[in-house]
């Protein structure tokens, strides 16, 4: 699983790292291999067909538990393969939930 980072800061995986897929919903999950990765997103090689799934929004699951885990969005295709951007919450946003959970 050792990675080679590119000068673009890109990780790519010799053999790639298995992950799972599933729905912002959870109404379904489908295994895939992380090909590689950087800080804005990654490919993934998905395993098991994709036809039907609304793929615009999802979770790439890292950990086994579900508690390493990343919200993606859909950025390209091609044939099993996928690439994704990640999403992240608004800073304002985080500060304001941090501000309410020490008041509460």
Do not use: H
Request: with cysteine; glycine share 12%; net charge positive.
């Amino acid at each position: 699983m050792v990675g080679e980072r590119n000068k673009d800061g890109r990780v790519v995986f010799e053999r790639g790292v298995r992950a799972q897929m599933m729905a912002i919903d959870g109404t379904w999950r489908r295994p895939c291999l992380l090909e590689d990765v950087s800080e804005a997103g990654g490919k993934l090689t998905i395993e098991g067909a994709v036809d039907g799934l609304n793929l615009k929004e999802f979770f790439l699951l890292l950990s086994s538990t579900g508690l390493a885990y990343r919200r993606c969005e859909l950025s390209w295709v091609n044939g099993d393969q996928i690439g994704v951007s990640f999403l992240r919450q608004d800073k304002k946003k985080r500060a304001g939930a941090r501000a309410q959970a020490a008041t509460a």
